[in-house]
């Protein structure tokens, strides 16, 4: 019981980890695009 109960709580940590590891990787990408952005190419 105690192993489910661990892999259980890892599956969960592991999901939290790549969530915040996404979430930092589009703000990363966002920010670089922005800088980017000319007035002309702008996607509308």
């Known amino acids: 019981m ?3 109960a ?3 709580l890892s599956a969960y940590g592991a999901f939290i ?6 979430l930092i990787y589009l703000i990363i990408r966002r920010g670089k695009i ?11």
């Open 34 to 44: 922005k800088k980017s952005e000319d007035f002309e190419h702008r996607d509308n």
């Open 2 to 4: 105690d192993f489910i």
């Open 17 to 22: 980890g790549i969530c915040i590891v996404i």
């Open 6 to 8: 661990n892999f259980i």
